[in-house]
C-alpha cells in the first residue's frame, strides 16, 4: 500500500515536471485528471455553466502558468482548488460587487431529514438553488460551508468586513432554506 | 429554525461536496489555444535574451580585436623609432667625437710645434650589407710631399670607385659623399708617435637602416623598392550557428499500425540545435568566389509522452518500438522481456539526437562597400551522418528505467541539402574580418527511407564568425 502511494506521488511529480516543461500530452493528462472535481467546483461558484466553464478554463490556464511554483507541500488537488477559487472570485469581482446585507423575512421551517431531500430533490436541483443565489451570498457560501474557511478568512480574502461575511451565509442559508421547502412542497403535489 | 439553517449546510455539503461534473470538449480546445500563445511568447523571450547575448558577445569580441591591433600597431611604431634613434644617435655622437678629436688633435699640435698631416680616409669595407667609414685626424698644416702623396693618393681611390662602381648600391655612393672626408693616407713612420687613433663610426648593419636615416635626414634615398604583394585569394572562415530547424514530414506509409504523421508530428518539438565550422573561400575574381569546407552541425528533437506497443523487430523478437520522425529503434526493459505483440507501454518525455558533418559548396557574389562586405551566397552540401540516437525513459510500476538507443533505424548515411542566404563581413584590417551569415539550408532528398514517416530537415541558421587573410 505504500509502495503503491510512493509510486503514484512519483508519477504525480513526473506528471507535473513534464506539465512545467510544457509537454502537451501531459498537460492535457492533468487536465482531464482534476477537470470533473474542478468543473463542479466551478459550477457552485457560478451563475450557470457557461460561467463555470469560464472559470474553469481561466483556473486551469493559471494553473499550467504557475506550476513552477507549486513546492510539493500539501495536496496538489488542494493546491488546483485554491486556484479554482481565486478565478471564480476574480470572475465576479469584475462583474458584480459583494451585495449588502438584505433583511429577509423569515419562514417557517419544515422539518425534513437530509437524506429524505437528497432523494426527493436531487444534486442537480440542491446545485441550482446555490447558483440561484447572488453572487456574493454564493461565494461566502461556498467558502464556509465547502473550503471550511472562517469569517474572519472570508473577510481578508473577499476584502469585506467580518460582519459583511456572517450576514451573507446568514441570508444565503435562509434562502436556500426557502428554496428546499419550496421545491419539497412542489415535489410533494407532485406525488 | 437554528438547527434547520444547520442542516442546510450539512445538506449542501454532503449533496455536493464529492460531485464531479465533465465540462464541455471546447474548454479544453480553448485552453490549448492559450498555451499555444504563451509558448510563442515565451519562445520569442527566450531566443530575445539568446540574441540579445550574441550581440553583446560580438560587440565585446569586436572591441577586444579593434584593441589588439591598435595596441600592435604601437609597439611595431615604436620599435621603428627607437631603431632609428639609435642610429642617429650613433651619428651625432660620432661627429661630436670627431670634432672632438680634431680640437684635440690640434692643440696637441701646436703644443708639439710639429706639423702634422690631416688624414682623413675612408675605408669601405666591400662585404655585403656592411659599410665602416672611419678617418684618421690630423691637423691641416701639411707637407708639399704629404699634398702630392694625397693627390696621388685621390686619383688610386677614384680608380677604386670606378671598379665598385657596378657593385656598390647607390646608397652606398651616396653614403661614401656624405661621409668621405679628405682622402688622404698619412705617411706615418715607425718612429712616429702620432699614431692616430682610429675610431670606428658606429655600424650601420643593413641598408634598409641607412635608407631610414638618409629619409629622416632629408635626402631622398630610395633604396629598394618595395615589392608589393599581392592580395591572398585564399581565407578561412571559423563560425558558430545557433539553428532553428523545422522538419518537412511526408507518410510514408509502412506498415506501422500505430503511429500515423499527424501524431508525430503534432508529439515532437525542436530544441535547441547548431552547428559550427570552418569554411576556406577562394576568390574567382573581384564579384566571385568559391567556399567550400567542413560543418558539424547537432539537431535535438523532444518527443512527447506516449504510449509504444510491441512489435517483432527484424531477427523477430518482440520489442517495444519508439517511432519518431526521423526514424524508429526498440527498446526492451528489464520488467517486461518477454512481452507479447501489441502490449503498450508508456514512455515519459524522448529525446532524439542527430549528427552531422557535412561538405558544403557554395558561390559567392560580393559586393564591397568600404570596410564591409557584402554578399549573396548559394550552393550545395552534402551531410554524412555521425550518430543519431534516442533517449527515453519508460513508466514501470516498480521503478522507471531509463532506455537508449543507440542508433536510429531507417536513417540514411548521407543526404543532400541546398543552401542559400547572405553574408556580411566587417573588415577590422586587411587580414581579419568579423562574419555575420544567415543561412537557410533546406533539404533535398529526405534523411531516411522505411520509416513510418519521410523527413526532410530544414533550418535557418545565424552564423557568427572570423574570416583571416591567409
Known amino acids: 500500500m505504500l509502495v503503491k502511494q510512493v509510486n503514484l506521488l512519483e508519477q504525480e511529480a513526473q506528471l507535473i515536471k513534464d506539465c512545467i516543461n510544457k509537454d502537451r500530452t501531459s498537460q492535457s493528462r492533468l487536465y482531464k485528471i482534476f477537470v470533473p472535481k474542478m468543473y463542479?467546483?466551478?459550477?457552485?461558484?457560478?451563475?450557470?455553466?457557461?460561467?463555470?466553464?469560464?472559470?474553469?478554463?481561466?483556473?486551469?490556464?493559471?494553473?499550467?502558468?504557475?506550476?513552477?511554483?507549486?513546492?510539493?507541500?500539501?495536496?496538489?488537488?488542494?493546491?488546483?482548488?485554491?486556484?479554482m477559487i481565486y478565478s471564480a472570485i476574480q470572475h465576479y469581482r469584475t462583474n458584480s460587487k459583494m451585495h449588502p446585507v438584505i433583511n429577509i423575512e423569515t419562514t417557517s421551517a419544515v422539518e425534513a431529514d437530509n437524506e429524505d431531500i437528497l432523494n426527493r430533490l436531487g444534486k442537480k436541483e440542491l446545485l441550482k438553488m446555490i447558483q440561484s443565489l447572488s453572487p456574493g451570498y454564493r461565494i461566502?457560501?461556498?467558502?464556509?460551508?465547502f473550503e471550511g474557511m472562517k469569517h474572519r478568512e472570508i473577510a481578508e480574502m473577499l476584502g469585506i468586513s467580518e460582519g459583511t461575511s456572517k450576514s451573507n451565509l446568514s441570508d444565503a442559508k435562509i434562502i436556500l432554506q426557502r428554496a428546499v421547502m419550496q421545491s419539497l412542497k412542489v415535489a410533494q403535489k407532485r406525488i | 429554525m437554528d438547527k434547520n439553517l444547520q442542516n442546510i449546510e450539512d445538506l449542501f455539503k454532503n449533496a455536493l461536496d464529492d460531485n464531479e461534473e465533465i465540462p464541455a470538449s471546447k474548454v479544453w480546445d480553448e485552453i490549448d489555444k492559450s498555451l499555444d500563445k504563451?509558448?510563442?511568447?515565451?519562445?520569442?523571450?527566450?531566443?530575445?535574451?539568446?540574441?540579445?547575448?550574441?550581440?553583446?558577445?560580438?560587440?565585446?569580441?569586436?572591441?577586444?580585436?579593434?584593441?589588439?591591433?591598435?595596441?600592435?600597431?604601437?609597439?611595431?611604431?615604436?620599435?621603428?623609432?627607437?631603431?632609428?634613434?639609435?642610429?642617429?644617435?650613433?651619428?651625432?655622437?660620432?661627429?661630436?667625437?670627431?670634432?672632438?678629436?680634431?680640437?684635440?688633435?690640434?692643440?696637441?699640435?701646436?703644443?708639439?710645434?710639429?706639423?702634422?698631416?690631416?688624414?682623413?680616409?675612408?675605408?669601405?669595407n666591400k662585404e655585403p650589407g656592411l659599410n665602416t667609414?672611419?678617418?684618421?685626424?690630423q691637423p691641416k698644416n701639411t707637407n708639399p710631399l704629404l699634398a702630392a702623396k694625397r693627390k696621388s693618393l685621390k686619383l688610386h681611390e677614384k680608380?677604386?670607385?670606378?671598379?665598385?662602381?657596378?657593385s656598390e648600391t647607390k646608397t652606398e655612393k651616396e653614403l661614401k659623399q656624405l661621409y668621405k672626408l679628405h682622402s688622404s693616407l698619412p705617411e706615418l713612420s715607425k718612429s712616429s708617435t702620432n699614431t692616430g687613433k682610429i675610431r670606428k663610426p658606429p655600424k650601420y648593419v643593413n641598408s634598409n637602416q641607412i635608407k631610414n636615416i638618409s629619409n629622416q635626414s632629408g635626402n631622398n634615398l630610395d633604396i629598394t623598392k618595395k615589392k608589393e604583394r599581392k592580395p591572398s585569394k585564399l581565407s578561412l572562415s571559423v563560425f558558430f550557428s545557433p539553428d532553428f530547424a523545422f522538419y518537412k514530414l511526408k507518410d510514408e506509409n509502412t506498415d506501422?499500425?500505430?503511429?500515423?504523421?499527424?501524431?508525430?508530428e503534432k508529439g515532437e518539438d525542436h530544441e535547441f540545435s547548431s552547428s559550427a565550422g570552418v569554411l576556406l573561400n577562394y576568390k574567382l575574381n573581384k564579384k566571385l568566389s568559391l567556399q567550400t569546407g567542413l560543418?558539424?552541425?547537432?539537431?535535438?528533437?523532444?518527443?512527447?509522452?506516449?504510449?509504444?506497443?510491441?512489435?517483432?523487430?527484424?531477427?523477430?523478437?518482440?520489442?517495444?518500438?519508439?517511432?519518431?520522425?526521423?526514424?524508429?529503434?526498440?527498446?526492451?526493459?528489464?520488467?517486461?522481456?518477454?512481452?507479447?505483440?501489441?502490449?503498450?507501454?508508456?514512455?515519459?518525455?524522448s529525446e532524439h539526437t542527430l549528427r552531422y558533418f557535412s561538405l558544403p559548396l557554395s558561390l559567392k557574389y560580393n559586393i564591397p562597400k568600404g570596410r564591409f562586405n557584402f554578399s549573396a551566397l548559394a550552393g550545395i552540401s552534402a551531410n554524412y551522418l555521425m550518430s543519431g540516437k534516442i533517449e527515453t525513459t519508460v513508466e514501470s510500476p516498480v521503478e522507471n528505467e531509463m532506455e537508449?538507443?543507440?542508433?536510429?533505424?531507417?536513417?540514411?548515411?548521407?543526404?543532400?541539402?541546398?543552401?542559400?542566404?547572405?553574408?556580411?563581413?566587417?573588415?577590422?584590417?586587411?587580414?581579419?574580418?568579423?562574419?555575420?551569415?544567415?543561412?537557410?539550408?533546406?533539404?533535398?532528398?529526405?534523411?531516411?527511407?522505411?520509416?513510418?514517416?519521410?523527413?526532410?530537415?530544414?533550418?535557418?541558421?545565424?552564423?557568427?564568425?572570423?574570416?583571416?587573410?591567409?
Open chain 2, 38 to 124: 504563451e509558448n510563442v511568447i515565451s519562445i520569442k523571450k527566450k531566443y530575445d535574451k539568446l540574441k540579445k547575448v550574441s550581440f553583446l558577445l560580438l560587440c565585446l569580441l569586436i572591441c577586444l580585436s579593434v584593441y589588439e591591433f591598435r595596441t600592435n600597431r604601437f609597439t611595431n611604431s615604436i620599435k621603428v623609432v627607437n631603431k632609428e634613434v639609435i642610429t642617429k644617435n650613433d651619428i651625432f655622437s660620432y661627429r661630436k667625437k670627431n670634432s672632438i678629436n680634431k680640437i684635440n688633435s690640434k692643440s696637441t699640435a701646436k703644443n708639439n710645434n710639429q706639423p702634422q698631416a690631416v688624414i682623413k680616409k675612408t675605408v669601405i
Open chain 1, 140 to 145: 461566502v457560501f461556498n467558502l464556509y460551508v
Open chain 1, 40 to 83: 463542479a467546483l466551478c459550477l457552485r461558484y457560478s451563475k450557470n455553466p457557461q460561467d463555470a466553464e469560464e472559470i474553469v478554463q481561466e483556473g486551469f490556464i493559471q494553473v499550467f502558468k504557475s506550476l513552477h511554483n507549486y513546492k510539493h507541500i500539501g495536496s496538489f488537488e488542494g493546491w488546483i482548488r485554491k486556484i
Open chain 2, 295 to 349: 560543418t558539424f552541425s547537432n539537431i535535438s528533437i523532444n518527443v512527447h509522452p506516449k504510449t509504444i506497443y510491441a512489435q517483432p523487430d527484424f531477427s523477430g523478437n518482440i520489442k517495444y518500438r519508439l517511432n519518431t520522425s526521423s526514424g524508429y529503434g526498440y527498446v526492451l526493459p528489464s520488467f517486461s522481456s518477454n512481452p507479447n505483440p501489441g502490449d503498450s507501454l508508456y514512455t515519459f518525455t
Open chain 2, 133 to 137: 667609414a672611419y678617418s684618421i685626424l
Open chain 2, 404 to 470: 537508449v538507443i543507440k542508433k536510429i533505424q531507417g536513417l540514411k548515411k548521407i543526404y543532400f541539402s541546398g543552401l542559400t542566404g547572405l553574408a556580411v563581413d566587417y573588415n577590422i584590417n586587411k587580414k581579419v574580418a568579423v562574419t555575420f551569415t544567415p543561412v537557410l539550408k533546406f533539404a533535398l532528398n529526405s534523411i531516411n527511407n522505411n520509416s513510418p514517416v519521410k523527413s526532410y530537415p530544414n533550418s535557418f541558421g545565424l552564423g557568427v564568425g572570423f574570416t583571416f587573410g591567409l
Open chain 2, 256 to 264: 506501422n499500425e500505430h503511429e500515423n504523421l499527424a501524431d508525430i
Open chain 2, 159 to 166: 680608380k677604386q670607385d670606378q671598379v665598385d662602381n657596378d
